[in-house]
């Protein structure tokens, strides 16, 4: 099991650009989570996705934040324009529905917009 | 609402001693989820270890146990012989059902823990 994985690692863009942000869950895994990471607000929940379907967008910033799921192996987080207070390390994480045991996190996606 | 608190920012522990991190939630809810998770300089978030509220027995993961006091709200994460790969950010998570068989955390600040040579 290769886990979760996101890319890019790390992500350097300009004020204004599209940042897209990737997620592969770990197979059979049907419930997804974006978190973002910063120093002042710790580990904020953004969206959660169950089978797919969108369940709660409500941590999403702003309408610059966008998320898909187009099928069960495959999650996009969008960021369109990027701003500098949006450069954070942006987690995925996926977890088994009606376990309990937690999730598994990625490895993360620093993103640093200049 | 349920909040989770940490409320030791930065610890220090020298090589091969014991620490303990302290953790303090307040739910509503009888039964529930709560976990550490580490996370190292490389940012991986890792699960260190798991309790379930209604098994008063505390868990533990080799050098990683818990001190689950369920009246008191009270999640603390004890690490004996000290490593200097323990060093790293603890994360406190309570995790709350949404709909049925999903959950989502709540996470405490952290607390940078620093294992000395």
């Known amino acids: 099991d290769a886990g979760v994985i996101q890319s890019p690692r790390h992500e350097v863009t300009e004020m204004g650009q599209e940042v897209t942000l990737r997620c592969k869950p770990i197979?059979?895994?049907?419930?997804l989570f974006w978190y973002r990471q910063t120093m002042m607000r710790g580990l904020e929940l953004l969206i959660y996705?169950?089978?797919?379907?969108?369940?709660?967008d409500s941590g999403m910033p702003e309408d610059r934040f966008s998320a898909k799921m187009p099928n069960a192996s495959f999650s996009t987080l969008k960021i369109q324009p990027s701003e500098p207070r949006d450069s954070a390390v942006y987690f995925c994480?996926?977890?088994?529905?009606?376990?309990?045991?937690?999730?598994?996190f990625g490895s993360g996606t620093r993103l640093t917009v200049v | 609402a349920q909040t989770v608190t940490q409320s030791q920012p930065e610890m220090s522990v020298q090589e091969a001693e014991t620490v303990t991190l302290s953790c303090t939630y307040d739910?509503?809810?009888?039964?529930?989820?709560l976990f550490w998770y580490k996370q190292p300089p490389s940012r991986q978030m890792i699960l260190v270890i798991r309790?379930?509220?209604?098994?008063?027995q505390n868990a533990t993961e080799n050098r990683f146990s818990v001190n689950f006091q369920k009246a008191a709200k009270s999640f603390s994460l004890k690490i004996s012989d000290s490593q200097l790969g323990d060093t790293a950010m603890y994360f406190c998570?309570?995790?709350?059902?949404?709909?049925?068989?999903?959950?989502?955390?709540?996470f405490g600040t952290g607390t940078r823990l620093k294992v000395l040579a």
């Open positions: 994480a996926s977890s088994s529905r009606g376990r309990g045991y937690g999730y598994t």
């Open positions: 197979s059979g895994h049907n419930s």
């Open positions: 996705f169950n089978n797919n379907v969108p369940i709660d």
């Open positions: 739910t509503s809810e009888s039964n529930y989820y």
């Open positions: 309790q379930e509220a209604y098994k008063q």
């Open positions: 998570a309570f995790m709350k059902p949404i709909d049925s068989g999903t959950y989502k955390y709540i």
